[in-house]
């Protein structure tokens, strides 16, 4: 059973409605990378400007700009491949290989003397985000209970509000504290926790996916 990160979640889920593993497991996962980003997303300009060589406003825009372009060259290429393989398995591998390109970013931050170094580690975060977020959703869209289309994707926009609201907040209290470094490591921390529970999805796979089957039978472990 996956932890229970907000009431509404268990409110509903101990009223009799039921969410399959696998929806469990991704918004959870989601939940854990997004507080672990989320925890140096306000600060992060702050930590180019002032601890990183070469640091200035235009450097975190470059570097945001990087990201952004690099995953939308690769997505659309990462999606085409993965939709010709018919099955979840390549999903899977490749969700989990993006998700960890994505965890290891912030331990990289550790080590950024440079604006070089920034824009190599922004360019690394968005091939880590091209390869795992069309299969995320793929794979979010066929273990989706019907009937429960809103309720799950309503929980997914929770989960996200949450995490990234509760994070940002600590995020400032915590640089204080430990400083940016430690802040980072803390934020990896969580995003390699998200990665070990997008693993736990794969017996769901197994489960109900067989070979060169798109779309899973019934979950009928409920």
């Known amino acids: 059973m996956f932890p229970c990160w907000n009431k509404p979640c268990c409110s509903l889920i101990s009223n009799g409605m039921r969410i399959s593993h696998a929806i469990r497991t991704l918004i959870t996962s989601d939940f854990l990378f997004n507080s672990g980003f989320s925890l140096f997303g ?28 690099i995953k939308a060259v690769l997505q ?62 793929a794979i979010f869209t066929r273990h989706i209970d019907r009937m429960r289309e809103n309720l799950e994707w309503s929980l997914e926009s929770i989960a996200i509000g949450i995490s990234g609201a509760g994070a940002a907040a600590v995020g400032g209290i915590l640089a204080e504290v430990v400083g940016f470094r430690g802040v980072f490591l803390i934020a990896g921390c969580f995003a390699v926790l998200g990665v070990v529970f997008q693993i736990r999805i794969y017996r769901d796979l197994r489960a109900f996916v067989g070979r060169h089957q798109v779309r899973p039978t019934p979950d009928k472990a409920g």
Do not use: C
Not at 49 to 69: D, E, P, Y
């Open 42 to 69: 306000p600060i992060f300009a702050v930590f180019v400007m002032g601890q990183v060589g070469g640091g200035s406003v235009q450097v975190v825009g470059f570097a945001a700009a990087i990201t952004q372009i």
């Open 76 to 137: 659309i290429p990462v999606a085409r491949y993965l939709d010709k393989n018919h099955g979840e398995y390549d999903d899977f591998y490749s969700l989990v290989s993006g998700s960890v390109i994505v965890a290891s970013t912030p331990f990289l931050y550790f080590f950024a003397s440079s604006a070089t170094h920034i824009y190599i580690i922004q360019a690394w975060y968005g091939i880590g985000l091209a390869l795992a977020v069309p299969p995320w959703y």
